[in-house]
C-alpha cells in the first residue's frame, strides 16, 4: 500500500527555519514527480514547489521562491523542504504528493496520485 508520512513541522518565530521530511512506502520514488502542496487556515491547497525524478528540474512558487529548497533521496525514498526566513504567512498544513507526469501536464491538484496527510507549520511571534 503506498503511503506518504511527513513529519518536521513545528511552532516557529518568523525569521526562523525548519526542515520538513516526506517519506514514502509501498512505492519508489525515483519514478515520480514530487511536490509540496501547503494549505492555509481558512483556505485552499496551494502548490509551492516540485521535484522531476532524477532531481534536476525544480519549481517554485512566487510565495517561497528564494526561502525555500526542495530535494530528494530516491536511495532513501524520501523527499524534503527546507524552509528559511519563514514569514507568518507560512502558517499552514503542509503535504507531501506524488504525481506519474510533470507539473506542465497537471491541470489541477486532484491529480497528484499519492498524498501525506500533512504535518503542521505555525509561524507566530
Known amino acids: 500500500q503506498a503511503q506518504l508520512v511527513e513529519s518536521g513541522g513545528d511552532l516557529v518565530q518568523p525569521g526562523g527555519s525548519l526542515r520538513l521530511s516526506c517519506a514514502a512506502s509501498?512505492?519508489?520514488?525515483?519514478?515520480?514527480?514530487m511536490n509540496w502542496v501547503r494549505q492555509r487556515p481558512g483556505e485552499g491547497p496551494e502548490w509551492i514547489s516540485f521535484?522531476?525524478?532524477?532531481?534536476?528540474?525544480?519549481r517554485y512558487a512566487d510565495s517561497v521562491k528564494g526561502r525555500f529548497v526542495i530535494s530528494r533521496d530516491n536511495t532513501e525514498n524520501t523527499l524534503a523542504l527546507k524552509m528559511d526566513n519563514l514569514e507568518l504567512k507560512d502558517t499552514a498544513l503542509y503535504y507531501c504528493?506524488?504525481?506519474?507526469?510533470?507539473?506542465?501536464?497537471?491541470?489541477?491538484?486532484?491529480?497528484?496520485?499519492?498524498w501525506g496527510r500533512g504535518t503542521q507549520v505555525t509561524v507566530s511571534v
Open positions: 521535484i522531476a525524478p532524477g532531481g534536476k528540474d525544480l
Open positions: 509501498g512505492f519508489a520514488i525515483k519514478f515520480w514527480y
Open positions: 504528493a506524488a504525481s506519474s507526469v510533470p507539473l506542465t501536464q497537471i491541470r489541477s491538484l486532484n491529480e497528484f496520485t499519492y
